[in-house]
C-alpha cells in the first residue's frame, strides 16, 4: 500500500508548491486586496452495469482563482495553468475587469491571518484508492449478483482534494480533505424489482461491499412485482437514505439574510427570523460539526473565515442560521457560514421495531428526482425508488410501485414517531460523495403521497 499512498500525495499540491504559487500571484498584484484560491485534486470514479465495469477513469485537475479589488469594485478571474506567465496574466485581467465593475455596496475587507483547527477528514486509504481497488470493490456487487441470477449496476467515486487560501492581508491556509461514496441498484431479469445500497464516508475502509450487495440484493428479490396502492397520507418508515434525502434540504434553507428579508421558512411573521422559536418535534436536533469524526469537514471556509460547531436546531427549537461575514456584521452576530456537513441526534428504536409497531404504513428505500416546490415551506417534491413495500399489522408484507410524494421536512420533523440510531448515508442523488450528513431511520405520521408511478 504505500507506493500507491505516494502515488497519491503526488496527485494534489502540497502545502509548499500552494504556498509559492500564493507568493507569485501576491507579488504580480497591484491592486488594493488580492485572494488566491487554489483548488488541486484527483476525482476518481468507476462504473458498472450488467454485472461488469463500463468505463473508469482518474480525472486530475488543478485550478487558481484571483481576486482582485479596487476600492468597492471586485473581480475575480480562474485558470488551470500554474506557470508565471499564466499566473501574471490571470492578475493581470482580474485587474483589469475589476477596475470596469461597478461597485459592490456589500464588499467586505479582506481577512488578516486566522487560526485554525487542524481539520480530520484526510484519509490515505481513500487517496489511494487505485483502479484495481476499486475493480476488487465493483467484483464483490458484480459477482453475487450474478450469482443470484440478478442485473447491477452502480457508481464509485473518490475524491483527494487538496484546497489553499492566501490574501494581501497575511492570510494563509492550507487543508487536505478526501470523500468516497459507493452505490448500486440490482435489479430482476424481467424489470419488475429494484433493490438500492449505498454508503458514503472520508474513509473507504469503513465501506463495506458485500453488505451493500446483500442488501440491494434483497430489495430487488423482495420487490419483484409491485401493486399499486391508492395515492393518500400515510405512515411511513423511513430508512436512513431516505430520510437523509430530506433532511438534508433543511440544511439549504438555513440562510439568514433570506430569513430576515422574509424569503424563507425561517422568516418570522411580521419580520425577522425564527431564531429561538420551536418549528418541529422536541426530539430534533441537527448540529455542523467540522471536527466530528463520523461527518468531518474542512476547518476553513471558502473567504477563510474558520468553520466551527454550530447547532441549527436543538430540541426542535431554531439556535442559529447560516450568516456570512457581511450579513453577520449588518445584524450584530458571529459569521456560522453554512451548513457543510449535518448530523441529526436520533434515538434508540430499531428499524423492525418501527414496523413492528404500524398497523398499516409504507417503508422506503429511497428517494429521487427531488425538486423544489414552495422555499416558504421547504416544500419538495419527488418520488420513492428501488424498494418500496406496504406494512401490515406490524409486518412488511408486499412490495408497491413507486409514488409521487409532495412533503417538507419541516411537516416531517412535526410528525415524527420514532428514530434509530444515526448512520452517516449516501444522499447525494448523483451518486457522488456528496454532502457529508448522518441521519436516523424515522417513523413519521401522515406522510403526503400524491400519485402512483409505474416507473421502477
Not at 95 to 102: F, K, T
Not at 364 to 379: A, C, E, K, M, Q
Not at 386 to 409: A, H
Request: with cysteine.
Amino acid at each position: 500500500m504505500a507506493p500507491r499512498s505516494l502515488r497519491a500525495v503526488a496527485r494534489h499540491l502540497s502545502r509548499t508548491e500552494c504556498e509559492q504559487i500564493a507568493k507569485r500571484v501576491l507579488e504580480f498584484s497591484k491592486a488594493d486586496e488580492c485572494r488566491v484560491s487554489i483548488n488541486s485534486g484527483v476525482r476518481a470514479n468507476t462504473r458498472f452495469a450488467v454485472n461488469q465495469i463500463s468505463t473508469a477513469g482518474d480525472n486530475y485537475n488543478n485550478s487558481v482563482s484571483i481576486r482582485s479589488v479596487f476600492g468597492k469594485k471586485v473581480a475575480n478571474v480562474t485558470i488551470n495553468r500554474l506557470d508565471e506567465a499564466s499566473l501574471r496574466l490571470a492578475v493581470e485581467n482580474s485587474e483589469r475587469i475589476a477596475r470596469l465593475a461597478p461597485d459592490d455596496p456589500e464588499l467586505m475587507p479582506e481577512l488578516g491571518p486566522q487560526t485554525y483547527d487542524e481539520p480530520i477528514v484526510w484519509n490515505d486509504a481513500t487517496a489511494s484508492l487505485e483502479p484495481e481497488l476499486r475493480a476488487e470493490a465493483v467484483r464483490a456487487i458484480t459477482e453475487r449478483s450474478r450469482a443470484a441470477g440478478l442485473v447491477s449496476t452502480g457508481y464509485l467515486e473518490a475524491q483527494a482534494q487538496a484546497f489553499a487560501i492566501a490574501n494581501s492581508a497575511g492570510l494563509f491556509a492550507y487543508q487536505r480533505s478526501t470523500g468516497v461514496a459507493f452505490t448500486t441498484t440490482v435489479r430482476t431479469p424481467d424489470g419488475t424489482g429494484s433493490g438500492w445500497a449505498g454508503a458514503s464516508d472520508n474513509d473507504f475502509t469503513r465501506i463495506k461491499p458485500v453488505e451493500l450487495a446483500e442488501r440491494a440484493i434483497e430489495k430487488a428479490r423482495r420487490s419483484i412485482n409491485p401493486a399499486a396502492v391508492e395515492p393518500g397520507r400515510y405512515t411511513v418508515v423511513l430508512e436512513p437514505t431516505a430520510a437523509a434525502n430530506l433532511v438534508q434540504l433543511i440544511g439549504g434553507a438555513l440562510n439568514a439574510r433570506n430569513a430576515d428579508e422574509g424569503r424563507s421558512f425561517f422568516s418570522k411573521a411580521g419580520g425577522g427570523n425564527k431564531i429561538g422559536e420551536k418549528v418541529v418535534d422536541e426530539r430534533v436536533t441537527l448540529v455542523s460539526d467540522p471536527l466530528d469524526p463520523r461527518v468531518p469537514a474542512n476547518t476553513a471556509g471558502g473567504d477563510g473565515t474558520p468553520a466551527r460547531r454550530v447547532t441549527w436546531i436543538q430540541n426542535g427549537v431554531v439556535r442559529d442560521l447560516a450568516y456570512d461575514r457581511f450579513w453577520a456584521q449588518r445584524m450584530g452576530r458571529q459569521p456560522s457560514g453554512t451548513a457543510g456537513t449535518l448530523r441529526m441526534d436520533g434515538g434508540d428504536s430499531s428499524l423492525e421495531d418501527m414496523i413492528a409497531s404500524t398497523e398499516r404504513g409504507l417503508l422506503v428505500t429511497r428517494f429521487w428526482y427531488i425538486r423544489p416546490v414552495d422555499p416558504r415551506t421547504i416544500l419538495f417534491t419527488g418520488l420513492t425508488r428501488d424498494g418500496t413495500f406496504l406494512i401490515e399489522n406490524g409486518r412488511v408484507t408486499r412490495p408497491v410501485k413507486n409514488l409521487r410524494y409532495n412533503e417538507s421536512p419541516i411537516f416531517m420533523l412535526n410528525n415524527l414517531q420514532a428514530m434509530g440510531r444515526p448512520e452517516r448515508v449516501s444522499a447525494s442523488e448523483s451518486g457522488g460523495p456528496g454532502q457529508a450528513i448522518m441521519i436516523p431511520a424515522m417513523k413519521i405520521r401522515d406522510f403526503t403521497f400524491t400519485s402512483t408511478s409505474d416507473a421502477i
